[in-house]
């Protein structure tokens, strides 16, 4: 945690052997939400650890960390299974840091403010 200390959002992704989570693409500091969108693949599955920012119904400045799991609906019928299958794996090894997992399985699930604003909002 503490060398990707600033950054918005890490991806990971199964690497080739299938039997690890790696790290994929590191965001550098100031990297934006929209940032993070255009770095998934259109018809590959990623995760990955989003720190969402926002301002509380009572505005206070806060942020909460998101896994994400991104399994297009257009990602072979195998990788989809291995990635659905993977992920408590990588969730339970954030223990502590991530309280809250949103599954994506196409754009519209992307969203900011009608997909995952309402989501993190249940958390604040």
Known sequence: RGEYKGSSFIIYKINDTKDKIIIDNVAEVGKSYDDFVEQLPENEPRYAAVDIKFETD??????KL???????????????????????????????????????NDHSDLDFETSIMPHVKKFA
């Open 66 to 104: 998101v896994l994400i799991s991104w399994i297009p609906d257009t990602a072979k019928i195998k990788l989809k299974m291995l990635y659905a299958g993977s992920k408590e794996v990588l969730k339970s090894s954030m223990a502590g840091g991530i309280g809250i997992l949103i599954n994506a």
């Open 58 to 63: 009572d505005g206070r400045e806060t942020s």
